[in-house]
């Protein structure tokens, strides 16, 4: 082992710090492995940062005691769209909230209403989704202005979590792609569209684009002191959303599509430049940046989504115990069902609760449509993971018509992959081969960018693990 990098890689349902120890490849080793579970605090639903920090040292610690000088550096990848915003003495003056906090409820729709449906298309190749960083920053400037006002950074989870690690404010390009107002190349913020929109003269807008695997800076005394790292190890940008990192493992090519499949099914490829024709926001992608600043054109699928929080149904209301795996087999033998749900229906994006039980909302979507779904978990599941596979082939025969590419193979990234009767589902609908990828892709993706920051691998590596 030459090396190791700490991949630190939070996504909606669960977070981890992951090892990578660097040979002639890398080779993953789980530090530490945590939920991540939203609260409502101050008026919104909010991400627990204090338990997903303290989720974060423990990997910390334990990767101190069992690497110590091999250790080299550390970055961050998370879900993208949310922030905090941080004053120029460095206080944190807004925590961050979930992107499925209600507060942007109507607001893309009042956009479209005053400036035109496709005026945030046109400037930035992001399609309008309620939860987008552009909304998220209209709502809190309608309800408290004064707080944006004093912001100095505005930090996405990712570039959050690196400051409280090394003490250096940044925002990663991927990951600035995604908010609605920057510009599709990477270049920076776009001013214009910020000013339009009732947003110029913030200072979280003054600052320049970081690109994926720069140095930021040191861990700082403090985590040293908390963790046992030293405080030689750097603090790098990865491809810090999350997509981004997984989106660097996509076979080089052309016609090679990914799905970074985990909470969200991201489906796309990896493209020269942006998609920006009518045919490219018909079919509802949006163009964001690939850690190499050539283009990722996607489309967000609700994706696992709707069977986690099934899951939640089942475990939580009617005290079962499935894993993953046993709700797979279930669905496996409920091959009956020939349903196939909508799993975009917007009345999907709400999490679970105990009043609006999820796997409930499932049966009732059919019901509405004179359909009778038993509500039992196989089937549920059957219905739900027949939905996802529809969906990912509806979508790559528009990512074919939009690119002008045939398809030349399918590579599933990510947890969703460890599912095998999804797999399967999706090759049984789709006329080119369905691969999987690495199951820890977000992980991988973000270690492998350190390596090759460090010179530790080659670039030509990273699109082969
Ligand atoms: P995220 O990082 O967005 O939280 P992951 O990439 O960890 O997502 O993928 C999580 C999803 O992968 C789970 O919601 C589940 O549907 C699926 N999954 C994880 N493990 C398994 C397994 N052993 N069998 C089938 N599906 C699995
Ligand atoms: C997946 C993801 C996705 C975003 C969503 C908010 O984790 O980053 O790419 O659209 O979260």
């Known amino acids: 082992m030459k090396a190791v990098v700490l991949a630190v890689d939070l996504g909606a349902e669960s977070g981890r710090v992951m090892a990578g120890e660097i040979s002639d490849g890398i080779h993953l080793v789980e530090m530490s492995r945590f939920l991540n579970k939203p609260k409502e605090k101050n008026g919104h639903l ?56 209600p507060r942007t409820d109507g607001l893309p729709e009042k956009i479209e209403q005053a400036y035109g449906k496709d005026f945030i298309w046109q ?23 004064e707080t944006l006002k004093k912001a100095d950074w505005m930090l996405m989870i990712p570039d959050f979590l690196a400051w409280k690690t090394c003490g250096m404010a940044s925002n990663e390009w991927t990951n600035a792609s995604s908010t609605g107002i920057a510009s599709p190349s990477g270049h920076g913020w776009d001013h214009e569209l910020i000013e339009k929109l009732g947003l110029g003269g913030l200072s ?13 800076g040191n861990v700082s005394g403090e985590v040293a002191k908390i963790t046992g790292l030293s405080t030689d190890v750097k603090v790098l940008t990865c491809a810090s959303h999350d997509t981004a990192s997984a989106a660097a493992l ?30 490219a926001k018909k079919a509802l992608l949006s163009n964001e940046l690939a850690w190499d600043g050539r283009s990722r054109p996607l489309k967000n699928i609700m994706g696992l989504w709707v069977l986690q929080n099934c899951r939640r149904t089942w475990n939580e209301e009617q005290s079962a115990h499935l894993d993953y795996p046993e709700i797979v087999e279930l669905a496996r033998s409920a091959n009956d069902v ?25 049966v009732k979507w059919f019901a509405d449509r004179q359909v009778n779904l038993p509500d039992d978990p196989g089937s549920v599941s059957r219905a739900v993971m027949q939905g996802l596979a529809h969906a ?64 530790l691998i080659k670039r030509e590596q990273i699109a082969s693990f």
């Not at 909010?46 to 250790?71: N, P, Q, V």
């Not at 996509?250 to 009518?278: A, R």
């Not at 020939?338 to 409930?360: I, R």
């Not at 006329?431 to 993706?445: H, I, K, N, Y």
């Open 46 to 101: 909010r991400w627990d940062m204090e338990s997903l920090w303290a989720g974060i040292l423990k990997g910390f610690k334990t990767a101190a005691d069992k690497y110590g000088d091999l250790i080299k550096s550390i970055s961050f990848d998370t879900w993208a769209v949310d922030f905090a915003l941080i004053d120029k003495d460095g206080n944190i003056i807004e925590e961050a909230v979930c992107y499925r906090d």
């Open 123 to 145: 400037r930035t190749g992001i399609r309008n989704l309620p939860f987008n960083t552009v909304f998220q920053l209209i709502a809190l400037n309608e309800a408290r202005p």
């Open 204 to 216: 979280i807008f003054d600052k320049p684009l970081t690109k994926s695997g720069e140095i930021l």
């Open 250 to 279: 996509t076979p080089e090519g052309d016609g090679q599509v990914f799905i970074s499949s985990g909470t969200w099914s991201l489906m796309g490829m990896i493209s020269d430049g942006p998609l920006m024709s009518q045919e």
């Open 338 to 362: 020939d349903l196939v749900l909508d799993v975009d229906d917007p009345v999907f994006f709400n999490q679970h609760t105990s009043e609006d039980p999820f796997a409930d909302r499932v």
């Open 392 to 455: 990912y082939a509806n979508t790559l025969r528009e990512i074919e018509k939009v690119s002008g590419q045939k398809a030349q193979a399918v590579t599933i990234l990510g947890g969703g992959g460890r599912n095998q009767l999804l797999v399967e589902l999706t090759q049984a609908l789709c006329d080119c081969p369905v691969r999987t990828g690495a199951f820890e892709a977000t992980s991988l993706g973000n270690a492998a960018i350190q390596a090759y920051a460090l010179d």
